[in-house]
């Protein structure tokens, strides 16, 4: 799978985060967001009483980061999203990975929705950004009142490989949380060697921006 990260570092820093991460990947946790993956056993689906002690075990997990599956999601996160008085430098970081070990991230979108979507105004949206496979997940998730079922649920879920197929190809503009603006975002276990990046530059000038959400969170309240 092809991916794009957005990140934004110091000016007098970026040469040396360019030249790092061409030679050596992305190899350990750097910068503001730290991720980890922890990729629970499908068969607890099946767990009548599944909550998040099953999904998310203490003292396991694999450093991860965000990434998109388009340029102008990525550019969103280095221009405008990560960029700061001190990281105001964005950078693109270009690079592939295979997908056993990539998860959608969804914490701007996808939890806030299982958790607090009525199912009326939100399943036609999951069946366009997840498709039919992450609306089995949300249905399921929907049916239970206990919020750690449905979070575990979401666990699941992001781990699907046919979820993340059908939310790489996404092609409907989200507004998430913290006006995150997107079409897919992912996160990628590491390591990602140097042989998986494609290419890493700065953005010199503003990146068209994305268009007009489609989709936001108060269209599945």
Known sequence: MYFYRGISVPADKADDVIKDIRANGIIS??????MDHHKPDPTLIEKPDLTIEDTRPK???VPAV???GTFEGATYYGWTHNK?????TPIIIEFEH?????AVDGKDFLYTVLQIGVPERAREI???VFGEKGLWYADMAWASAEQSTRIA???LMIHDHEVVSAHYANVLTIAGRHNTRFQNAFTVGMPITSLEIVDVYRLIAPPPSLPSPDISLADVK
Not at 29 to 34: D, N, P, Q
Not at 84 to 88: H, I, P, V
């Open 59 to 61: 003292g396991v997990g």
């Open 126 to 128: 999951v069946r366009a």
């Open 29 to 34: 946790h750097k910068g503001h967001w730290l």
């Open 98 to 102: 295979g997908s056993d070990n990539v």
């Open 153 to 155: 649920i979401g666990d």
């Open 84 to 88: 700061n008085e001190e990281n105001d």
């Open 66 to 68: 965000c990434a998109c």
